[in-house]
Each structure stands twice: as structure tokens, then as C-alpha cells.
């Protein structure tokens, strides 16, 4: 997929993974819709790459709709790259001091990590099919966040893991069925990046976490996730896989 001239949307935009990649997108050509709930977040990303902002709930149908309509409407040829990096990484355990946690808090995050994805990628798929295909007969790409803790989930990331395994899991179904219509789909399961989610973290605590990363020995950079978004998106054989991008760790239970 040619990215100069493409119109894009990165859920999640404003911040961290998504920053990068909307960063990156817009550099190489694209017309980016940063799509983030963090209306003020979004609007300051898409004035400084002259792209569009687009305030979005990836829980909420309209609201998502609203923002692929705008990325669709950004470029004559339609929408090309979508990227989902909207989610929620709070700590949760199965039981509390007092008792067993609230069903609700793992249901929240169920929803905005893994319905969340699924509700990106079928509104913007839907408009992908609408597109005419390039020379290799394809229409779109789409990228999902995943993470290692899909595999190797730690104590307390209960509903992160079982979110992020959902996305893992999505992958191939949904690129055996987007297929017929040229639309390749590919996930980044991260492992341990210098994003938001991190960044609250003591010095000593990040030292930590990254010296436990075979190599290289530190935490990984928001743009070297947007480099592989780039190599995804210009590499029409890459389809239906999930890549871990995460210097070969494997996470310790705690």
C-alpha cells in the first residue's frame, strides 16, 4: 500500500503508540485522522502534522463512524491505513483484599481494548471495500495493538491479558474474510514501551523493566512501533500474523 497520498486513521492517536504512528503516517505522505477521546490531545497532533482531528469513543458506533467518515472524506481515493491503538492498561486482579473485583472494571476494559479494536476495524473495513483497488488489487490495511501480555500475562493484568489475547486472536479470522476484497489486516503485540502508561513509573522502576529485556537492554521507542506500521502498511505480503515487537521478552509472573 502506496502511503503518500493514502488517507489514514490511528484510533488512539494523541498519545504514545498512536502519536508516533500518526507522526510517521502524515511524514510519508498520508493525510491522518487522529481519532482520540482526548478531544485536546487530538486536535494539538493534528494541527502540528496538518492533518484532521476527530473527538472518538472507540466504544461508541456513532462516534467512531464520525471519524472514519472524516478520514474517508480527507482524500478523493478514499480511506487506506487504519491503525488501532486505543486502549486502557490499569491493573486488575481477580481478587481484591475485600473480595472478588468488581465485574464491572473487567468488563470496561474488555470493552474499550478488544470492542473497541473490533469496532474500528469494521467501520473502517466497511469503507475500504468501497475503495478502488491499486495495481496489487488492494483496497486497505489495518493494524491492531495487541501485546505481549497476551501470551504472558503477569498477576494483576487479568483483563488486559484477556483483551489483547482477544485481539491476537481476531487476527486471522478477520483477514481470511477481508481478503476477498484486498484489505490486509496484521497485528503489533508491543512488549515493554517509554508510552504514557509507563511514564508515571519511578526511574528506578523503568531501569528495572528494562534490564529485563534480553536485547536490546531498554524500553522501546513509540517510533520504532511506527516503523513497523510503516513496513506493514508497504509490504503486501504481510497479512493475517501477529509480530511481537518486543526485544525477546518474556514476561516474569510478577
Not at 468488563?107 to 476495524?121: A, E, H, Q, S
Not at 482477544?166 to 508510552?195: C, D, K, Q, S, W
Not at 493475517?240 to 514476561?251: F, K, N, P, S, Y
Request: proline fraction near 6%; glycine fraction near 12%.
Amino acid at each position: 500500500m502506496e502511503i503518500e497520498g493514502a488517507a489514514a486513521i490511528v484510533f488512539g492517536g494523541a498519545s504514545g503508540l498512536g502519536e508516533a504512528t500518526a507522526r510517521r503516517l502524515a511524514a510519508e505522505g498520508a493525510t491522518v485522522t487522529v481519532a482520540d477521546l482526548n478531544a485536546e490531545g487530538a486536535a494539538l497532533v493534528a494541527n502540528e502534522i496538518s492533518g484532521i482531528a476527530a473527538a472518538t469513543d472507540v466504544t461508541d458506533g456513532d462516534s467512531v463512524q464520525a471519524a472514519v467518515d472524516a478520514a474517508v472524506a480527507s482524500r478523493p481515493q478514499g480511506l487506506r491505513i487504519c491503525v488501532c491503538c486505543a486502549g486502557l492498561g490499569n491493573p486488575l486482579k481477580l481478587l481484591g483484599r475485600e473480595g472478588p473485583t468488581p465485574l464491572e472494571q473487567f468488563r470496561k476494559m474488555i470493552d474499550v481494548n478488544l470492542l473497541g479494536t473490533i469496532n474500528g476495524l469494521r467501520l473502517a473495513a466497511w469503507a475500504m471495500t468501497q475503495n478502488e483497488p491499486n495495481g496489487a488489487g488492494e483496497r486497505g490495511v489495518c493494524v491492531s495493538t495487541a501485546s505481549v501480555a497476551a501470551y504472558e500475562g503477569q498477576i494483576g493484568q487479568v483483563a488486559y491479558s484477556a483483551s489483547k489475547g482477544g485481539v491476537v486472536a481476531i487476527t486471522v479470522p478477520i483477514a481470511r474474510e477481508l481478503a476477498r476484497f484486498g484489505i490486509r489486516v496484521m497485528t503489533i503485540a508491543p512488549g515493554l514501551f517509554n508510552t504514557p502508561m509507563l511514564a508515571a513509573l519511578p526511574e528506578e522502576a523503568k531501569a528495572s523493566l528494562s534490564a529485563s529485556v534480553p536485547f536490546p537492554p531498554r524500553l522501546g521507542e513509540p517510533s520504532e512501533y511506527a516503523d513497523l506500521v510503516e513496513h506493514i502498511a508497504r509490504n503486501g505480503m504481510l497479512n493475517g500474523e501477529v509480530i511481537r515487537l518486543d526485544g525477546a521478552i518474556r514476561m516474569a509472573p510478577r
